[in-house]
Nanobody, 115 residues
């Protein structure tokens, strides 16, 4: 039973932009704050951004001013608009609730920032 599906990753040049999307089951989306996370090979998964049910947002310092998280409550969707991308943003990105639930981790979507 797939409950969170990420999409929108790809290859982009440094300084470019991407928008990630996460389709969530209504049962998850409507009662939780939602977050984006990322994990590079050999490293621990890290929290990137959160949007609460009321729309408040929070970001890890390294993406502040560059990334914007949002949610569409009518569509059960979460987005991550990523601007001014850097090589160090290259990794797999996941969405999950905040705090995350182990059973909700999906396949993620790969973001590669390279010239």
């Amino acid at each position: 039973q797939v409950q969170l599906v990420e999409s929108g990753g790809g290859l982009v040049q440094p300084g470019g932009s991407l928008t990630l999307s996460c389709a969530a089951s209504a049962s998850i989306f409507r009662v939780n704050g939602m977050g984006w996370y990322r994990q590079a090979p050999g490293k621990q998964r890290e929290w990137v951004a959160t949007v609460t049910m009321s729309g408040r947002t929070a970001y890890i310092d390294s993406v502040k001013g560059r990334f914007t998280i949002s949610r569409d409550n009518a569509k059960n969707m979460v987005y991550l608009q990523m601007n001014s991308l850097k090589a160090e943003d290259t990794t797999l990105y996941y969405c999950n609730t905040d705090p995350p639930m182990s059973r909700y981790w999906g396949q993620g979507t790969q973001v590669t920032v390279s010239s």
